[in-house]
């Protein structure tokens, strides 16, 4: 069986990870991974995080299941953090994942579960998983206009004009904030154009938050995602602790999905 196999092309990130270990030069400068790192370019344990773990060593008196999707108080203050008071906690059904990376796979496996024949529409620009993700799991996928590259912002009327075309039940993946690779992210004017056109085609917004807390601070980060799920029925959200909490170690991540009844957010759960 395995005679068949072929390696596979190496990542990019991690390459460009090992030419800057490997780079002699006192003044560079690491931009490969969007995570937090002091003055000494070191990502420290936060005080919260130690504080956190040194109470867990002292008070946890087991290692079992707390339950199937994870930790039930981890989820919902996740839920609550992210999605804050603007939706019914009733319409959330939540899981813990492997990291953001993990949130994505799983929210992309209820999409194919409920849904085999919708399309995931993704921008151009995008983080290259997002492609990767789709393409391993046979999920078929078009890409929509984002960035001008020559005006150096974002293409919102090419952005407007894609999602136009956007399939009724399909799903439209977008930057939560701070937008990877671009950095770019729309106003909260655009925002509102963006989220209009998807409630009038009926599409189901798949938010990765992977910087939340990054741009502009952790509400302000939240807004479009709080908008998107206070005025469409349905969506899926996608959360790293990763970097916001300095636990790329851990692999801390959570899948929010908001559904429009709670007995469709129980089925969902």
């Known amino acids: 069986m395995f005679e068949h196999l072929r390696a596979q092309p190496e990542d990019a990130i991690i390459a460009?990870?090992?030419?800057f270990r490997e780079d002699p030069r006192d003044t560079k400068i690491d931009l490969g991974v969007g995570?937090?790192?002091n003055s000494q370019g070191v990502t420290p344990i936060m005080l919260a995080v130690k504080t956190?773990?040194?109470?867990l060593?002292?008070?946890q008196d087991t290692k079992g299941y707390t339950a199937l999707s994870g930790d039930p108080a981890f989820i919902r203050a996740m839920a609550d953090l992210v999605l804050g008071d603007r939706i019914d906690m009733d319409r959330v059904a939540g899981a813990a994942t492997v990291g953001g990376t993990g949130a994505l796979r799983q929210g992309l496996e209820l999409i194919r579960l409920a849904r085999p024949e919708a399309r995931v529409h993704i921008p151009d620009p995008?983080?290259?998983n997002h492609q990767a993700i789709l393409s391993a799991m046979q999920i078929p996928a078009s890409r929509y206009r984002y960035f001008d590259a020559e005006a150096n912002a974002l293409d919102i009327a090419g952005m407007l004009e894609d999602l136009q075309g956007v399939a009724e039940g399909d799903v439209v993946l977008l930057h939560g904030c701070c937008h990877n690779p671009t950095g770019v992210d729309p106003t909260p004017a655009q925002w509102a154009e963006i989220i209009a056109v998807l409630k009038a085609r009926g599409a189901v917004a798949l938010v990765d938050l992977a910087y939340l807390g990054f741009g502009d601070g952790v509400d302000e980060d939240a807004e479009a995602t709080r908008q998107l799920v206070e005025?469409?029925?349905e969506a899926v959200v996608a959360v790293s602790c990763s970097k916001n909490f300095g636990l790329y170690r851990e692999r801390a991540g959570v899948v929010l999905v908001t559904s429009t009844t709670p007995d469709q957010a129980a089925v969902v759960q």
Do not use: N
């Open 16 to 19: 460009l990870m090992d030419r």
């Open 35 to 37: 995570v937090y790192r």
């Open 231 to 233: 005025t469409l029925p």
């Open 57 to 59: 060593v002292e008070a």
């Open 126 to 128: 995008t983080w290259p």
């Open 52 to 55: 956190a773990e040194r109470q």
